[in-house]
T-cell receptor, first 117, second 116 residues
Framework: GAVVSQHPSWVICKSGTSVKIECRSLDFQATTMFWYRQFPKQSLMLMATSNEGSKATYEQGVEKDKFLINHASLTLSTLTVTSAHPEDSSFYICSARRPGTSKETQYFGPGTRLLVL | AQTVTQSQPEMSVQEAETVTLSCTYD???????LFWYKQPPSRQMILVIRQEAYKQQNATENRFSVNFQKAAKSFSLKISDSQLGDTAMYFC?????????????FGDGTTLTVKP
C-alpha cells in the first residue's frame, strides 16, 4: 500500500512556541491531504483539507490563524501550531487522498504526538 | 450532512472466534464509499476494507468481510478466526463518491479486544 510519513512523531514544546508538523506522500502525488486531531479513545476530528497550490479549507470551529496549513507541493503538506498552549496537546494525524473511481482511498500517516508544557 | 453511528463502544472476542462490528449511516447520496479502518495501539490508521455503494457484492479481504445493506444503511464488519493482532479500535467511515473534496465522515469507533 501507499506510504505517508509524518515528522516528527513526538514533540514536546513550551507554551507560546510554534510547532511545525510535516506530512509527506512518499509514492504518489496527493493534490489533497487532510489534517485530523484525535483525543485518546475518540474518533478523528477533521481540522482542515489541504489543497496543493491553494488555501486550505478549515472545518467550522478550527482557528485558521492558530493552525496554519501549507501544501506547497504534491507530496508535502505542513501543519504549524502557532503559539501553542497546553490545550493544543493532542495526537495529530494527516492523510493523503488517492483519488480514482476504483481506488479512492485515504492513506494515513503514523501521527504526531504533541505535548505542550 | 452524513452521519455514521457505531453503537458498540467496546467489544471482546475469544481468539479464533468470529465477531461482528456494527455500523449504520445516514445519507441522501446514492453513490458513495464505505470503509472500515483499524487503529491498533500504535495509533497508525490502517484500511481494512472498502465497499463501493453501487456494488451489490459484499467486499471481503481475507478474514474480514462486510455485510452491506444499502436500503437499511447498514455496513457491518465481520472478523473471522480472530487473532490477537486484531485488537484495535475500529472506525467505520463514509465518503461521497467522486467529489473534489474527498472528505470522510467517521464513526466514534469500536474498541475490540481479542482475548487469548
Amino acid at each position: 500500500g501507499a506510504v505517508v510519513s509524518q515528522h516528527p512523531s513526538w514533540v514536546i514544546c513550551k507554551s507560546g512556541t510554534s510547532v511545525k508538523i510535516e506530512c509527506r506522500s512518499l509514492d504518489f502525488q496527493a493534490t489533497t491531504m487532510f489534517w485530523y486531531r484525535q483525543f485518546p479513545k475518540q474518533s478523528l476530528m477533521l481540522m482542515a483539507t489541504s489543497n496543493e497550490g491553494s488555501k486550505a479549507t478549515y472545518e467550522q470551529g478550527v482557528e485558521k490563524d492558530k493552525f496554519l496549513i501549507n501544501h506547497a507541493s504534491l507530496t508535502l503538506s505542513t501543519l504549524t501550531v502557532t503559539s501553542a498552549h497546553p490545550e493544543d496537546s493532542s495526537f495529530y494525524i494527516c492523510s493523503a487522498r488517492r483519488p480514482g473511481t476504483s481506488k479512492e482511498t485515504q492513506y494515513f500517516g503514523p501521527g504526531t504526538r504533541l505535548l505542550v508544557l | 450532512a452524513q452521519t455514521v453511528t457505531q453503537s458498540q463502544p467496546e467489544m471482546s472476542v475469544q481468539e479464533a472466534e468470529t465477531v461482528t462490528l456494527s455500523c449504520t449511516y445516514d445519507t441522501s447520496e446514492n453513490n458513495y464509499y464505505l470503509f472500515w479502518y483499524k487503529q491498533p495501539p500504535s495509533r497508525q490508521m490502517i484500511l481494512v476494507i472498502r465497499q463501493e455503494a453501487y456494488k451489490q457484492q459484499n467486499a471481503t479481504e481475507n478474514r474480514f468481510s462486510v455485510n452491506f445493506q444499502k436500503a437499511a444503511k447498514s455496513f457491518s464488519l465481520k472478523i473471522s478466526d480472530s487473532q490477537l493482532g486484531d485488537t484495535a479500535m475500529y472506525f467505520c467511515a463514509f465518503m461521497k463518491y467522486n467529489t473534489n473534496a474527498g472528505k470522510s465522515t467517521f464513526g466514534d469507533g469500536t474498541t475490540l479486544t481479542v482475548k487469548p
